[in-house]
């Protein structure tokens, strides 16, 4: 079954974020699942096995570096190697990405489109 965004977030901005979470006991681990699911920017949080958080939250008003001081402030880091830096950087580009286009004003194909200032 689906489970249902919160009305707060807009859904064409919501972004599914999966990350490898070390350094964190059993108890802190659902402490911190139940603090993300309360976060009124994040839309669903759980944790999977092998420490793996997936976490979907409203691009236009938090990123993955929030996430990532507050799984810091918790004592827990991120899983170390090539692929998830390079997943990481992905991650920050698509932020970025959809903060730009929430601020973006939409014109019509017929128009010309807004000259930059």
């Not at 669903?44 to 997936?54: R, S, T």
């Not at 991120?78 to 601020?103: P, Q, T």
């Amino acid at each position: 079954m689906a489970k249902a965004h919160k009305a707060t977030n807009q859904a064409q901005f919501l972004l599914r974020r999966k990350l490898t979470v070390e350094g964190l006991t059993e108890i802190q681990w659902e402490d911190f699942i139940h603090e993300l699911n309360h976060h009124p920017c994040v839309d669903f949080a759980e944790g999977k096995p092998k420490d793996q958080l997936v976490v979907t939250f409203d691009g236009t008003h938090w990123s993955t570096d929030a996430l990532i001081e507050l799984i810091e402030a918790r004592g827990g880091y991120l899983k170390g190697g090539w692929w998830e830096r390079r997943k990481l950087a992905r991650y920050r580009f698509s932020d970025e990405n959809i903060r730009a286009n929430a601020n973006l004003d939409p014109f019509c194909c017929s128009k010309i489109p807004p000259m930059k200032k």
